[in-house]
Nanobody
Framework: QVQLVESGGGSVQAGGSLRLFCAAS????????VGWFRQAPGQERAFVAS????????YYADSMKGRLTISFDNAKITVTLQMNSLKPEDTAVYYC??????????????????WGQGTQITVSS
């Protein structure tokens, strides 16, 4: 059974930084794409960033490009999302998810088969 566990959420003031982590059992990420999404109250879940296991290739949502870095640890069993210059509109629940590697740049929730439970980020002004 695939389990994704997010951590690292919390509260921060505008302009601050947070680092999110997505951990999974060994080989969960192998040959797949790991993505981060976020969902604010009353809004749909939206793509944030993704990283492909095979090449470490990354892809970012335009709305947050330049403020994010997604990466694997050396063992490729944990994904880190570094978030800088946070804004109040970044407040949301952030989810980690896994999509099959056949998707080139999966940005839709339908592309992802496995999801974590989510972690809250609150950015105050």
């Amino acid at each position: 059974q695939v389990q994704l566990v997010e951590s690292g959420g919390g509260s921060v003031q505008a302009g601050g930084s947070l680092r999110l982590f997505c951990a999974a059992s060994r080989d969960t990420f192998r040959n797949n794409v790991v993505g981060w999404f976020r969902q604010a109250p009353g809004q749909e879940r939206a793509f944030v960033a993704s990283i492909r296991w095979s090449c470490g290739c990354t892809y970012y949502a335009d709305s947050m490009k330049g403020r994010l870095t997604i990466s694997f640890d050396n063992a490729k069993i944990t994904v880190t999302l570094q978030m800088n210059s946070l804004k109040p509109e970044d407040t949301a629940v952030y989810y980690c998810a896994v999509a099959p590697g056949r998707w080139l740049r999966p940005t839709g929730t339908v592309n992802y088969d496995y999801w974590g439970q989510g972690t809250q980020i609150t950015v105050s002004s």
